[in-house]
């Protein structure tokens, strides 16, 4: 593990909390979860095994410490791991495209995963405040085309500024 890449996932995961605090919860205590596409990005940008591990437990300690949802830290400490991999799986079966389009797709599958661990583990450990359905359609489908749209916007700029800066093979 390079230290320059653990520097860029560590601005990352800060850039994940400034936005998770700033957002507003909704429905139970709910919110889109704009950690996701600062992990993501990290995922995208280094993909390996320990930077996987790294960023999914430090978005998951950082997100349970920022949580709205009711007893939500443990559901968030699962949550990020397990999805930190399941998107570093699909990212493995699309590793050719590195482009936005290919990171958007990812983005949306990896925001719904992420989502029905979340809900699934909070069902299980402390309950829901409301339906499973209802919370999906409510919180995670909106989150999930708010983290697209985000890393359609966002995934480009980071790119070109890790090509143009001394961090350029660390990208790579």
Do not use: C, W
């Not at 596409?37 to 320990?50: A, C, E, N, S």
């Not at 960023?55 to 939500?72: D, N, Y």
């Amino acid at each position: 593990m390079k230290t320059k890449e653990l520097v860029i996932m560590a601005l990352f995961a800060a850039i994940g909390a400034a936005l998770h605090s700033i957002i507003p919860p909704f429905l139970g205590g709910m919110k889109p979860d704009m950690m996701l596409i600062m992990m993501f990005m990290g995922i995208l940008l280094f993909p390996r095994v320990q930077n996987v591990l790294v960023i999914g437990i430090v978005t998951g300690i950082i997100s349970a410490l920022t949580t709205a949802f009711p007893a939500g830290q443990i559901p968030n400490i699962i949550d990020k791991p397990v999805s930190a991999f399941l998107f570093f799986s699909l990212f493995l079966l699309f590793r050719k495209s590195r482009k936005t389009g290919a990171a958007a797709v990812l983005t949306v599958i990896g925001t719904i995963l992420s989502g029905i661990v979340f809900l699934s583990s909070a069902l299980l450990i402390v309950g829901l405040p409301g339906g499973f359905a209802a919370l999906f359609a409510a919180v995670v489908l909106p989150a999930a085309v708010l983290n697209t749209i985000s890393m359609i916007i966002i995934y480009p700029i980071v790119q070109t500024i890790l090509r143009r800066s001394s961090f350029m093979e660390a990208a790579k």
